[in-house]
């Protein structure tokens, strides 16, 4: 089953008509006929959102090999990675808001109006540090270390130019020709000077970008990973 059958799976899972999940997710009635038709190239954001606002497993998705499935989860016994600094001071256990990036309509959003965000779910987690949030991440840039459906606990970062700590892996939104790109990177020194910092993926595919600093719009130190197994 390819991924445009499985986004109708899950559109009937749902008990959602074509017209009906076409205003949820925010595209027009046609568009969601040829998604499902196999006639686009790629699944567009808005689905990829919507699928896990609605706690839809993105492994299960895009796996031929694997059913569509849906997550469970409210407690996580220990998260999958911790990416810990030497000041850091863990917490028995903390409560951390889910939050879905796409219906805050991005990073740099979601950061300024965090108190007043939806959130998707609420994590329990023992023995992490701080943390201010959580997301689903997207795209394949820190894979194997990361993978689409993933979660990341992060802390936010106001001051890019002091409190950056350089080769750790960071939530970043650039801006780029006027639009929010957003992704989860390791951020080095450029060797192109103060001015800029450099970009850099676990995924070999990806090639490292320098980036002027000033073209950063949010940021966010990644505390840990969490990598749920979903319930059937």
Not at 186 to 214: A, C, F, T, W
Request: with cysteine.
């Amino acid at each position: 089953m390819t991924p445009f059958d499985k986004i109708k799976e899950a559109r009937e899972l749902l008990g959602l008509n074509q017209t009906s999940f076409a205003e949820k997710v925010g595209v027009s009635q046609k568009d969601v006929s040829n998604l499902e038709a196999g006639n686009k190239k790629f699944i567009p954001n808005k689905y990829i959102g919507f699928l896990l606002q609605n706690n839809f497993d993105l492994n299960s998705l895009f796996d031929p090999t694997k059913e569509l499935c849906r997550k469970s989860m409210t407690q996580v016994k220990e998260p999958t990675k911790v990416y810990k600094l030497r000041t850091d001071t863990d917490i028995d256990t903390q409560l951390i808001p889910l939050y879905n990036i796409e219906a805050s309509a991005g990073l740099v959003e979601l950061f300024r109006n965090q108190g007043e965000s939806e959130v998707i779910d609420t994590i329990k987690i023992p023995n992490l540090p701080k943390v201010d949030g959580a997301l689903y991440v997207t795209g394949d840039s820190m894979y194997p270390l990361l993978k689409s459906g993933d979660i990341i606990a992060y802390k936010q970062i106001s001051d890019f130019k002091n409190d950056i700590f350089w080769g750790e892996m960071y939530l970043v939104s650039i801006e780029v020709g006027g639009e929010e790109w957003v992704s989860v990177k390791y951020i080095q020194k450029s060797d192109m000077g103060p001015e800029y910092i450099r970009l850099v993926s676990q995924n070999q595919h990806h090639q490292p970008k320098d980036v002027k600093l000033d073209r950063v719009r949010a940021l966010a130190l990644v505390k840990a990973s969490i990598r749920i197994n979903a319930m059937r």
